[in-house]
Nanobody
Framework: QVQLVESGGGLVQAGGSLRLSCEAS????????WGWYRRAPGKQREIVAA???????NYADSVKGRFTISRDNAKNMVYLQMSSLKPEDTAVYYC??????????WGQGTQVTVSS
């Protein structure tokens, strides 16, 4: 059974930093692409960062230069380092694979709140 546990969210002042972590189990982690998505209040879920099985990275324009996605295959972990946070980054953040998106298998996510 696939288990995804996101952590690291919290309340931070604008301009601050947070590191989100995602621990995955029950999946072939190293073979998968991984993404971080977020859902802000009143908005649809959007992808903010992705990392392929061979380490290629992509980012939404809104977070380029501020967020960094990384992975540790030995630990079945994926991370999102967030810097220069803005109030518009406030959202629930989720990690997931493409198959997870297709199957609508979302975890609980972790709340990030950025105050001005």
């Amino acid at each position: 059974q696939v288990q995804l546990v996101e952590s690291g969210g919290g309340l931070v002042q604008a301009g601050g930093s947070l590191r989100l972590s995602c621990e995955a189990s029950g999946t072939t982690f190293s073979d998968d692409d991984w993404g971080w998505y977020r859902r802000a209040p009143g908005k649809q879920r959007e992808i903010v960062a992705a990392i392929s099985s061979d380490g290629n990275r992509n980012y939404a324009d809104s977070v380029k230069g501020r967020f960094t996605i990384s992975r540790d295959n030995a630990k079945n972990m994926v991370y999102l380092q967030m810097s220069s946070l803005k109030p518009e980054d406030t959202a629930v953040y989720y990690c997931i694979t493409p198959l997870g998106v297709a199957a609508d298998n979302w975890g609980q996510g972790t709340q990030v709140t950025v105050s001005s």
